[in-house]
């Protein structure tokens, strides 16, 4: 099974804050890799897919990056709306993994 | 609009069998375009994948669950549903059901998601 390793676990921060949250996978997964936001209650939402590029509709201070073992999602500039919980999703192969997720509380 | 939404029964005794099924709408489920995903989410824990099932029928299941999990699919209802055998508080969570895209940029992402239901096992 491919683990992934997702860092921090949490992090405060500050509207406006760039926010960086990093997944590693245990073996070369290319760019079979999607990022999510999960806020309770609601569906997981996609926001980034194939490791670095934007979902329709999804605004554009969030970008991913990497391949490979190491992939990186970014928040420019963090709004209000983005505190929430992301964790990442590898489709490389079955059984698919995620990372343990990243949940960003206000600071 | 695509639209997953769960339903069953929130409580389940130990020993006997969690079911749930998953209504799609917005996308015809008879199509080869998709594949239809159980998820869950142990309260504090992170994410596990439970299984795949195709439109054909044609299921992948996690090893680690494998003799307890049938995942079955009726395209003309619009739905999935998933059954897990002799449950245990270890099978308390939040299940999620989702689709995967077989689109040739994304094949196998998984792109929408259900808002997910709790299933408490408890006597």
């Known amino acids: 099974d491919i683990q992934m390793t997702q860092s921090p676990s949490s992090l405060s921060a500050s509207v406006g804050d760039r926010v960086t949250i990093t997944c590693r996978a245990s073996q070369d997964i290319g760019s079979d890799l999607g990022w999510y936001q999960q806020k309770p209650g609601k569906a997981p939402k996609r926001l980034i897919y194939g490791a670095s590029n934007l979902q329709s509709g999804v605004p554009s201070r969030f970008s991913g990056s990497g391949s490979g073992t190491e992939f990186t999602l970014t928040i420019g500039s963090l709004q209000p709306e983005d505190f929430a919980t992301y964790f990442c999703?590898?489709?490389?192969?079955?059984?698919?993994?995620f990372g343990q997720g990243t949940k960003v509380e206000v600071k | 609009q695509v639209q997953l939404q769960e339903s069953g029964p929130g409580l389940v005794k130990p020993s006997e069998t969690l079911s749930l099924t998953c209504t799609v709408s917005g996308v015809s489920m008879n199509t080869l375009s998709y594949f239809w995903v159980w998820t869950r989410q142990p309260p504090g824990k992170g994410l596990e994948w439970l299984g795949t099932?195709?439109?054909?029928?044609?299921?992948y299941y996690n090893p680690s669950l494998e003799s307890r999990i049938t995942m079955s699919v009726d395209t003309s209802k619009s739905h999935f549903s998933l059954k897990l055998s002799s449950v245990t508080a270890a099978d308390t969570a939040v299940y999620y059901c989702?689709?995967?895209?077989?689109?040739?940029?994304?094949?196998?992402?998984?792109?929408?998601w259900g808002q997910g239901t709790l299933v408490t096992v408890s006597s």
């Open positions: 999703l590898q489709h490389n192969s079955y059984p698919l993994t």
């Open positions: 989702a689709r995967q895209t077989t689109l040739d940029s994304d094949y196998g992402a998984v792109d929408y």
């Open positions: 099932i195709y439109s054909s029928g044609i299921t």
